[in-house]
């Protein structure tokens, strides 16, 4: 048998920690708030000289769908990451994004190209709370010319969702 | 023990009140592009010149003919490339009624530029140029020699010359 006053301290501590895990939740991705960025097809293969000295374009690269339920959105995007194989990286700016196509009811983006950088760029924009908004983006690669090492160049794409 | 249980409550609403009264959600994700690039050149090989000799003094015959800048070739590539040039044949063909049928590729030459080494033709492949990769392009000319002297019979003759490019 504990002692009456260990009972106690042991009974503080699961209620703490009870609470802690409650707060947790409360801030972690979960079914009603969430982004989720799906690559369909996001590898440029540049084997011929047309496709080094011309702008590329992979339709429907990949899929934001984002679920709101705690309210209005913004959806950032920017290059967190480069690997490459060579000692000259391809930079983030000869990546861009153009929305192709969407599902959503109450949000405002921008069609126009948005060329990539390491800092956040908005995306989107979810005035309301929303479940199961889907947005289809092209990637789209500047022309590369000669001036890269034949080699691999991976770049990893962060998606943010923010709820203000 | 009620007294317990209202304090429990309490405790999980404010749990609740602060992770909604928290200034911003945020929730990430990622996704990886890659951008492959093997290997890749391209040229343009431009005839500058007529590709028909006619020898008709004695001192073409005892010098040669040379046809100056007679091809342009652009190289462009991102990896370091050679220029190769060989004969398809090892002899000319030959027509007309007093024409040699042993006149060889080597008759004919290539030198690049103004660099005075000339490359004699043959079946053998011969790297007459090499380059960096290159964004804008590399450049340069072939002189093409033709030195049969008085060794071959009149008549028309023709060969087919091969360029070839490859990265090294």
Known sequence: ?164 | MKKKIISICLLFIAGFSFSNCLAQYSFNNTINATVTIPPVLSWNVTYNNTSTINFSNATQYTNGVTLSNFTTIQVKGNTPWMVNVAASTPYFSASGTGASANMPANILGFSVDNIATIYRLSTVSQKIQTGASSATGTSFNLNLIATPGYNYGAGIYSIVINYTLTAQ
């Open chain 1, 1 to 164: 048998m504990l002692p009456i006053k260990t009972k106690y301290y042991i009974r503080k501590l699961l209620t703490t920690c009870l609470c802690c895990l409650f707060i947790y939740y409360g801030k972690a991705q979960n079914g009603s708030n969430y982004i989720s960025a799906t690559a369909n097809t996001t590898n440029f293969n540049l084997s011929t000289a047309n496709s080094l000295e011309t702008e590329q374009t992979l339709s429907n690269a990949f899929t934001l769908d984002i679920t709101s339920m705690n309210g209005p959105y913004s959806a950032y995007i920017r290059v967190f990451s480069t690997n490459s194989s060579s000692a000259t990286p391809i930079p983030a700016s000869m990546l861009a994004v153009q929305l192709n196509n969407y599902r959503c009811t109450r949000c405002s983006f921008t069609t126009a190209k948005i060329p990539l950088s390491q800092t956040d760029q908005q995306l989107i924009q979810g005035t309301k709370k929303s479940s199961g908004d889907s947005y289809y983006y092209d990637l789209i690669l500047a022309p590369i010319g000669y001036n890269y090492a034949p080699g691999t160049y991976t770049f990893t794409i962060l998606f943010t969702m923010t709820q203000p």
